[in-house]
């Protein structure tokens, strides 16, 4: 056995003036039998030996029925074997230098009424009503993550740039319900945005910044413009110029292929076309001919 303090403030406790005195000093007695953790074997005849020794007309029923107004006052608990007492509140009236650590494992059990009388229950019981509502909750939540990684999938499998997915989920399914939906449609708009802009690879943004910038608010131009089509003018020998024809004379010269594009044929001030137009009816022009014999 060991020795133990008693508080000033036990005298007053409503649990300790709702039992009787020998059952008060019962449980005083077992301050000296547990251990550093607060727990003792649950024998009345131990307890009987301890607090009422010399008193022979205490027999071990009584001191059974002791233990049992005590688990209900609450100031004891059962573990799930009903083997092992542990006293509650243990280490806020107790304290201990160095204390050993208990050799027992203790698994609480808890009371639930019942009627008129009380059950005791392994710690990890759960009442069906409750058990039924945790399921219908877990169940509800992993139906709402199905729900959103499938929205991630239909937006990441549209995203241009497939890039840091699992930092775009997590902020993916931070967005509400009504931000995921307008960030599936935002995409289908950005995609159009890039093919009309040519936009290169590099200059896209991840996936990861388009969600947390909730750019799908931005507005984009997306009408499509009609492009002049390049004309590709043929290069000299010595690569350095390209040949154009004058679209008024035919007449070939030399250009700048930089400036081709913006330029007039030196002769007639018109425009250049890459080939030599053809003449009508089979005619053969004046340029044509002195182009043969030069």
């Not at 698994?107 to 229950?121: D, F, M, S």
Request: with cysteine.
């Amino acid at each position: 056995m060991r020795n133990r303090m008693i508080k000033k403030e036990f005298w007053n406790s409503h649990r300790i003036l709702s039992i009787s005195i020998p059952e008060r000093l019962l449980f005083i007695s077992m301050f000296n039998v547990a251990d550093d953790d607060g727990i003792l074997k649950n024998s009345s005849l131990q307890m009987k030996s301890v607090a009422f020794s010399c008193d022979l007309e205490i027999t071990l029923g009584m001191v059974e029925e002791y233990i049992k107004n005590l688990l209900g006052v609450g100031l004891i608990e059962l573990n799930d074997e009903r083997s092992l007492i542990r006293i509650v509140n243990w280490k806020n009236h107790q304290r201990i230098d160095k204390p050993t650590p208990s050799r027992y494992k203790f698994k609480k059990v808890i009371q639930e009424e019942y009627g008129r009388n009380t059950r005791i229950l392994p710690e990890d019981y759960t009442p069906k009503e409750r058990k039924r509502k945790e399921d219908k909750g877990k169940e509800k939540k992993e139906t709402v993550q199905d729900k959103t990684l499938e929205l991630f999938n239909s937006f990441y499998s549209l995203y241009p740039r497939k890039q840091d997915k699992k930092r775009a989920y997590t902020s993916f399914k931070n967005l509400t319900k009504k931000n995921q939906a307008l960030c599936i449609e935002g995409v289908k708009v950005y995609n159009k945005w890039i093919e009309i802009n040519n936009v290169e690879k590099t200059m896209i943004k991840l996936p990861t910044t388009y969600i947390n910038g909730e750019c799908w608010m931005d507005i984009l131009d997306t009408t499509e413009v009609k492009r002049p089509i390049k004309v590709e003018f043929r290069l000299d020998s010595t690569g350095n110029s390209v040949i154009a024809y004058c679209s008024r004379c035919n007449i070939s010269d030399f250009y700048d292929p930089f400036k081709v594009h913006s330029m007039d044929s030196k002769c007639c001030n018109s425009k250049l076309l890459p080939e030599k137009p053809a003449t009508p009816n089979g005619t053969v022009s004046v340029s044509d001919i002195m182009e043969k014999y030069q």
